[in-house]
């Protein structure tokens, strides 16, 4: 027989945005449990950053975010900043450091951002379950969470169970299921922040390149990003790319520039002779060298006039690649769509229609750029919840 247990709110969901929801509504004196299916908390906090977690970024705002209401995100970013996490951080004396673009990273590891968020939950009495498969949900005039053993009932329930993104981890597709069933619109998801795959053509061209990176500028229409890229055996990846791939659609191309603010011809142009391997050393002067030789080989000028390596320039500045896919939710790092906007209040992450039910984090269609913007929504969509619920 079932045992039933009473609570305020219930959280579906032990990430970054159900934590910090289950932290502020534990603060008002709310009796909160938070369910975990899986059997560690926090885990894609854990392996975040490369295990140091880029826990925030301190340039953040509503134009770092894609959503089919790109608006949406500007209420929760103003109500929770970076500058209110990182008070949070240095609560907890966890040294930090900036890389690159305002991203703050741990000096440690992820782990004491997981063990902060756990004490904030132990202070404010929120009990944390994990390990817990919910079955089914159901709503009389309370919301019934029922599991195999257990039911859990509350007068809010919040649903932060994620995406579909690395699914060896556990992600699965509960939160949208949950939405739809409740008669809310989902946008349809796809993976975003993940790796792009080469054409057999390309493949064939730069697949031994595996390991190369260069500073480029991926673009595609009005998105620009400038960082590293690499080569990968199967496509292309790193941050210029993971980027830009957010806002990749199937049969486009994504045009980068291999060399920007360089001239890579001048010293061809400038003095003699004008051949491949005269042309490879100036490429080499700017590229990495296995880089610079494969393209002098792949794209040699028509001929060695000022014209022809004019056309040789910019072909180099504006090279067009048309992916055929990419790595898939396996290496994606965020979801892109998930529950549409128009549903839930941009103040509270209540649904419009069903009084009591909350969605936070990667469930939402909001999704940030690389560098730690989506742990920035997943605090401040949390924290809104958590005030209200």
């Given at each position: 027989?079932?045992?039933?247990?009473?609570f305020?709110?219930?959280?579906?969901?032990?990430?970054?945005?159900?934590?910090?929801?289950?932290?502020?509504?534990?603060?008002?004196?709310?009796r909160?449990?938070?369910?975990?299916?899986?059997?560690?908390?926090?885990?894609?906090?854990?392996?975040?950053?490369g295990?140091?977690?880029?826990?925030?970024?301190?340039?953040?705002?509503?134009?770092?975010?894609?959503?089919?209401?790109?608006?949406?995100?500007?209420?929760?970013?103003?109500?929770?900043?970076?500058?209110?996490?990182?008070?949070?951080?240095?609560?907890?004396?966890?040294?930090?450091?900036?890389k690159?673009?305002?991203?703050?990273?741990?000096?440690?590891?992820?782990?004491?951002?997981?063990?902060?968020?756990?004490?904030?939950?132990l202070?404010?009495?929120?009990?944390?379950?994990?390990?817990l498969?919910?079955?089914?949900v159901?709503?009389?005039?309370?919301?019934?969470?029922?599991t195999?053993?257990?039911?859990?009932?509350?007068?809010?329930?919040?649903?932060?169970?994620?995406g579909?993104?690395?699914?060896?981890?556990?992600?699965?597709?509960?939160?949208?299921?949950?939405?739809?069933?409740?008669?809310?619109?989902?946008?349809?998801?796809?993976?975003?922040?993940?790796?792009?795959?080469?054409g057999?053509?390309?493949?064939?061209?730069?697949?031994?390149?595996?390991?190369?990176?260069?500073?480029?500028?991926?673009?595609m229409?009005?998105?620009?990003f400038?960082?590293?890229?690499l080569?990968?055996?199967?496509?292309?990846?790193?941050?210029?790319?993971?980027?830009?791939?957010?806002?990749?659609?199937?049969?486009?191309?994504?045009?980068?520039?291999?060399?920007?603010?360089?001239?890579?011809?001048?010293?061809?142009r400038?003095?003699?002779p004008?051949?491949?391997?005269?042309?490879?050393?100036?490429?080499?002067?700017?590229?990495?060298?296995?880089?610079?030789?494969?393209?002098?080989?792949?794209?040699?000028?028509?001929?060695?006039?000022?014209?022809?390596?004019?056309d040789?320039?910019?072909?180099?500045?504006?090279?067009?690649?048309?992916?055929?896919?990419?790595?898939?939710?396996q290496?994606?790092?965020?979801?892109?769509?998930?529950?549409?906007?128009?549903?839930?209040s941009?103040?509270?992450?209540?649904?419009?229609?069903?009084?009591?039910?909350y969605?936070?984090?990667?469930?939402?269609?909001?999704?940030?750029?690389?560098?730690?913007?989506?742990?920035?929504?997943?605090w401040?969509?949390?924290?809104?919840?958590?005030?209200?619920?």
């Amino acid at each position: 027989m079932s045992s039933r247990h009473d609570f305020d709110v219930v959280i579906l969901g032990a990430g970054a945005a159900g934590l910090m929801c289950a932290i502020e509504a534990g603060k008002r004196g709310r009796r909160v449990v938070v369910v975990e299916h899986a059997a560690r908390i926090a885990k894609k906090i854990l392996i975040s950053g490369g295990g140091r977690c880029n826990f925030t970024n301190i340039h953040c705002q509503s134009e770092n975010f894609f959503s089919a209401n790109p608006h949406f995100v500007k209420s929760a970013l103003a109500a929770y900043t970076p500058a209110d996490f990182i008070r949070l951080v240095e609560k907890h004396r966890i040294a930090y450091h900036e890389k690159t673009l305002g991203q703050l990273f741990c000096d440690g590891s992820a782990q004491q951002i997981v063990a902060m968020l756990e004490s904030e939950c132990l202070d404010a009495g929120v009990r944390i379950i994990a390990n817990l498969k919910v079955q089914r949900v159901d709503q009389d005039e309370r919301f019934i969470i029922r599991t195999a053993q257990d039911e859990f009932c509350a007068n809010s329930l919040v649903v932060a169970t994620g995406g579909l993104s690395i699914p060896k981890m556990g992600a699965t597709s509960f939160g949208y299921d949950l939405a739809r069933n409740f008669g809310l619109k989902v946008v349809d998801t796809r993976p975003a922040l993940v790796p792009l795959l080469f054409g057999v053509q390309d493949q064939e061209n730069y697949s031994d390149l595996t390991g190369v990176s260069t500073e480029v500028v991926a673009s595609m229409g009005k998105q620009r990003f400038r960082e590293k890229m690499l080569f990968t055996h199967r496509g292309l990846s790193g941050p210029a790319i993971l980027q830009i791939s957010s806002y990749w659609k199937q049969g486009s191309a994504v045009t980068i520039d291999l060399a920007p603010d360089h001239d890579l011809t001048a010293a061809v142009r400038s003095v003699g002779p004008r051949d491949l391997n005269s042309l490879k050393t100036s490429l080499r002067a700017v590229l990495p060298h296995r880089l610079a030789d494969r393209w002098a080989e792949l794209h040699p000028p028509a001929a060695w006039s000022n014209n022809a390596l004019g056309d040789f320039e910019r072909e180099a500045h504006n090279w067009a690649v048309t992916p055929v896919s990419t790595e898939g939710y396996q290496k994606a790092e965020v979801t892109a769509g998930g529950v549409d906007t128009h549903e839930l209040s941009s103040k509270t992450m209540e649904s419009r229609k069903i009084r009591g039910l909350y969605f936070v984090g990667e469930v939402v269609d909001a999704t940030g750029h690389l560098g730690g913007f989506n742990f920035q929504w997943a605090w401040a969509s949390g924290f809104c919840a958590g005030q209200v619920a």
